[in-house]
């Protein structure tokens, strides 16, 4: 039984990458609240935007570099406007919670926030391996 | 005057303009505000009626939707050129006209949910009319709700107009309706009415004069007819106002000073009417291959009736308010006076500059 | 002051202009001064690539807010002047004085964006190849241009009811726009603007185009894009604005107090603007990265957080102008400055017009047992004490409604009686605590007057009506004789001016 819905799970989260990628996001802010310490998950918080933000920064501009003069300012903003939104976000998620007490509203909406745009950014990273700009984007 | 006429003060800041300027913007505009207003409201009530006959002659439909038509527009600019006028009669009548919109302030205020619901509705029956023709009654329904709020709307207008002329009236009135009742008021009220189908029908003789005809035609009438119907609207309200519009001059509120100004406007006015009146009969008598040759005439004409009764309803408020406005503006001038003069005390008293408790 | 007493004791005079204005400034903003750029921009964009579908979109759009900014937008425009003129002529009609010239440029402007908008959507079909298409993207650029120039005007008045500036010694129009609030407002507003039509776009796009056609995610990304523009031009502009208001308001009252009550706003204003343009980010980012997943009650968010900021951010101008409705002019009650020592020698019952009758229901509640004579006695101290209310307090506060002189005696003196002396002892020095309230107009008599006032309404809730229920009574001169000299009248009807003569008519 446990095991049926483990592979359909599975199988669900495999059909498509980015699920996998936004659990993983899930997972981490999940150990991380469990953990309790605002220390610690502003340290590895921190470390991960970072990490994940470096990744998305420098496949983003080897992409705008690929299209090169062509590139209309709109499409630049369209290919780096996710990250980048995320990495501003993820930061200030992190000082909501760090500058008001676990358990507070603030606390709360930061840790929300947190979690969408660590999935948001690491979509974002994923993404931007990608060959073509996004569609619609041209 | 009686004891029981009150005498407020003014605010006691200068005119902002000549007067003479404020005067004509206020005279210009209120008349370019009020034939847009006409042809809102006879247009509203010319399409109903119109979309009615409809139900048994298709053609009328088409007809009523043509009217309907030209609603919103006319409504848009009904509003704009409304404003100027509110200023100016804002700066000119100031203790007059606020003083009227306090004292029936629910409805003065409520005009602007009535206005907005009675555009919403015209909006409805516009852009909806295909798309309702599986529901006619309600679209009928639409279209007769507008219509009412239109025929409303402009009764608080003029029960404004008329409190703010009568000073002596002010301490009496208890909320809208009683001000409503105040002589004068139905009386101004049906000349408003009527002039809204006449001015319409003018409206729909621009229309379809120089259409081209395979429009014309596909609307399943003649352009003879349809001009025709045009003048025949606005000739018999326009002979219903040569009924109507001296019984408003004779139930206006007798005034202390000399309205022969009045009179003569009024006298003019009456005439010209006439005039047009004539000429409207020759237009609708005469063949068909000739009718709206003497559009220019009609409309010229109209526009000199118009003007000549702005003029006169400007000098009778004048004559309305001038004695009272004297005693305004001396108790105005002695308000100043006594306030400089206590001001001046109590900076000797203190030495300071007094917008402070003693 | 001396017009009849225009008055709503449930909702409050206030509360009437908030609703009419608020409706205003959110079609303005929303569908007018933002939309009108973005509509002409997609219609031009549509022009360049040869892609009817922007064309088709910006025209839906564009009718959208044709049906609503020429039905509610007109009309509430119109209705904030009708309300405030109800509710303060004495401060509209000064300020139509002396800014004649601005609201009437402003009409102008208005007209012109009136026909412009009517002319820019009925010309949409027949304008639409060729030559006539440019024009007609010149049209909607031209409209888009007049919308903000409109914006810009009134944003001079609203700017001078703050911070007169210069205009209490120059007196002329100019110094009112170059108020040193002007230019951050405007920095302020025109960016929110384009971030609200934006946010509006992106939740009308989902009815125009369908799920499965391929345009509905280029149309929310490029949409989000000019919002994405937009956002940090609101924060940019927030900041200035909210560097020049401790300046503005320590001319109305004192360092200390001003900067406290400005700690209070401003930290208020921070969250509700950081919160707001997170919302947006978030929405932008989701419609930028992933259109078709962006669902419609989404786009609430954003647009409810702007309102709220936008509304907060009206509420500092009553703040800052506080306690003054046209600054150092104009005390919030409607009497001028330069008439308080004649008033507050005379009284102001001394130059008042008209008396604010007491309706049967407000008559009630008197203490039992009382002879006639004394009935009759307290009721015309009443009666006295409630046109003191009506002229000095009733602009802002009601009786029983919001923001009412009783909720603030209950919280202040819990349920003791109201003794006169306890009241009119606090009223007296009450703009020295809070400096946001004018300092009394009347004299020693009248403070007792309206104490003796406020106690009845201890016991007596009936809602205060306004003239626009009741009437006025005129005062004649014998009643004022004996409001000022605080002798008992002569006759009943005197004092009690609502008597069987007026009553008939």
Request: glycine share 8%; charged share 15%; proline share 6%.
């Amino acid at each position: 039984m446990l095991a049926e819905t483990l592979s359909t799970a599975g199988a669900w989260l495999a059909r498509k990458p980015s699920r996998l990628t936004v659990l993983n996001a899930l997972l981490l802010a999940g150990v991380l609240a469990m953990i309790g310490s605002t220390e610690l998950f502003r340290f590895v918080g921190g470390v991960a935007v970072v990490l994940c933000g470096l990744a998305f920064a420098g496949r983003t501009a080897r992409r705008s570099m690929r299209v090169g003069a062509r590139a209309h300012p709109y499409d630049l903003v369209v290919l780096w406007a996710p990250g980048a939104i995320a990495i501003a976000l993820a930061a200030a998620a992190l000082m909501l919670m760090a500058a008001y007490p676990a358990g507070s509203f603030p606390h709360l909406v930061g840790l929300g926030l947190f979690v969408i745009e660590f999935a948001m950014l690491a979509l974002a990273t994923g993404e931007s391996g990608a060959r073509d700009l996004p569609a619609g984007a041209a | 005057m009686s004891p029981t006429t009150p005498v407020p003060h003014d605010i006691p800041l200068p005119m902002p303009a000549p007067e003479p300027l404020l005067v004509a913007v206020l005279i210009v505009f209120f008349l370019m505000h009020i034939v847009f207003v006409n042809l809102m409201v006879g247009g509203a009530l010319m399409s109903l009626y119109y979309e009615l006959r409809g139900l048994k002659e298709k053609r009328y439909d088409r007809l009523a939707y043509e009217i309907a038509a030209t609603i919103t527009a006319n409504k848009s600019i009904a509003v704009v050129l409304g404003v100027g006028p509110l200023l100016a009669i804002n700066t000119l009548y100031t203790v007059y006209f606020y003083t009227a919109n306090a004292l029936t302030g629910a409805f003065w205020i409520a005009i602007v949910p009535l206005v907005i619901v009675a555009f919403v509705l015209t909006y409805v029956h516009k852009y909806l009319w295909h798309q309702m023709e599986r529901v006619r009654w309600l679209h009928i329904a639409v279209a007769a709700a507008a219509c009412l709020l239109f025929l409303f709307i402009p009764l608080i207008f003029l029960t404004n107009v008329n409190l703010m002329l009568f000073p002596d009236k002010w301490g009496s009135v208890q909320g809208f309706f009683s001000a409503l009742a105040l002589p004068n008021v139905l009386p101004r009220y049906a000349h408003f009415i009527l002039a809204c189908p006449a001015m319409t029908g003018l409206l729909l003789v621009w229309l379809f004069r120089r259409r081209p005809e395979a429009e014309i035609a596909e609307m399943g009438f003649s352009r003879a007819e349809l001009v025709r119907l045009g003048y025949r609207w606005a000739f018999w309200p326009t002979m219903a106002q040569f009924i109507v519009g001296p019984i408003a001059f004779f139930t206006l509120p007798h005034v202390a000073s000399p309205i022969g100004g009045v009179i003569a406007a009024f006298g003019l006015s009456f005439l010209l009417a006439f005039a047009l009146c004539v000429v409207m009969i020759r237009e609708i008598r005469g063949p068909d291959g000739s009718i709206g040759r003497r559009f220019g005439t009609t409309c010229a004409l109209m526009l000199a009736v118009v003007a000549l009764m702005g003029v006169g309803r400007h000098l009778y408020r004048e004559a309305a308010v001038a004695p009272h406005r004297a005693q305004v503006e001396a108790k105005t001038k002695d308000y100043i006076r006594r306030a400089d003069e206590a001001r001046r005390a109590a900076q000797a008293r203190d030495g300071a500059p007094a917008s402070v408790r003693p | 002051m001396d017009f009849p007493v225009f008055h709503l004791d449930i909702l409050g005079n206030r509360g009437l202009i908030a609703v009419i204005a608020t409706l205003h400034v959110l079609v303005n903003h929303g569908l007018a001064v933002g939309m009108m750029p973005l509509v002409a921009a997609m219609e031009w964009y549509g022009h360049r690539r040869g892609d009817a579908r922007w064309d088709r979109l910006a025209y839906r759009i564009l009718f959208v807010c044709f049906l609503i900014t020429t039905t509610v937008g007109a009309l509430t425009g119109v209705g904030i002047w009708l309300s405030v003129s109800l509710v303060n002529p004495y401060s509209i009609g000064s300020l139509i004085r002396v800014f004649f010239w601005a609201w009437f440029v402003e009409w102008l402007v208005f007209i012109t964006e009136v026909l412009l908008i009517l002319a820019y959507t009925l010309t949409w079909k027949r304008w639409s190849t060729g030559a006539a298409k440019v024009r007609h993207i010149r049209l909607g650029f031209a409209l888009a241009f007049f919308s903000w120039v409109t914006m810009a005007i009134i944003v001079s008045i609203l700017g001078f009811m703050m911070d007169p500036g210069n205009w209490l010694s120059q007196q002329t129009l100019w110094s009112g726009f170059a108020n040193p609030i002007y230019l951050p407002q405007l920095a302020f507003r025109t960016p929110l603007a384009a971030a609200m039509a934006g946010v509006i776009a992106m939740f009308l796009v989902p009815f125009f185009v369908k799920r499965e056609d391929p345009f509905r995610a280029t149309a929310l990304r490029a949409i989000a894009v000019w919002t994405l523009v937009a956002a940090p031009l609101v924060l940019a502009g927030g900041l200035w604005y909210f560097s020049v208001v401790p300046e503005a308001m320590r001319e109305n009252f004192g360092v200390a107090l001003a900067s406290l009550a400005f700690a209070e706003w401003q930290q208020r204003f921070l969250e509700i603007a950081a919160l707001t343009v997170i919302a947006i980010l978030v929405v932008v980012q989701v419609a930028i990265a992933r259109p078709n997943l962006l669902p419609r009650v989404a786009l609430l968010v954003p647009f409810v957080a702007i309102l709220w900021m936008t509304g907060h951010f009206e509420r500092v101008r009553e703040f800052v102008r506080k306690p003054y409705v046209i600054g150092s002019y104009m005390y919030a009650n409607g009497f001028r400055v330069e008439d308080y020592p004649l008033l507050q020698r005379d009284g102001v019952l001394a130059y008042a017009t008209y008396s604010n009758p007491l309706t049967p229901a407000e008559q009630a509640g008197l203490p039992q047992g009382l002879s006639e004579a004394e009935r009759t006695a307290r009721l015309a101290e009443i009666q006295l004490g409630k046109d003191v209310f009506m002229t000095t307090c009733s602009r802002c506060h009601t009786g029983h409604g919001v923001n009412a002189v009783t909720a603030h005696l209950k919280r202040m003196f819990g349920d003791r009686p109201w003794e006169p002396e306890l009241t009119a002892g606090y009223i007296e020095s009450m703009h020295d605590a809070q400096p946001y309230m004018p300092p009394f107009p009347g004299n020693r008599r009248e403070l007792k007057l309206l104490g003796a006032y406020l106690h009845h309404l201890q016991t007596n809730d009936a809602p205060v009506p306004g003239a626009q229920q009741a009437g006025v009574v005129v005062v004649t001169p014998e009643a004022r004789a004996a409001a000022a000299t605080g002798r008992p009248p002569a006759t009943r009807a005197a004092a009690m001016p609502r008597t069987s003569e007026t009553a008939a008519r």
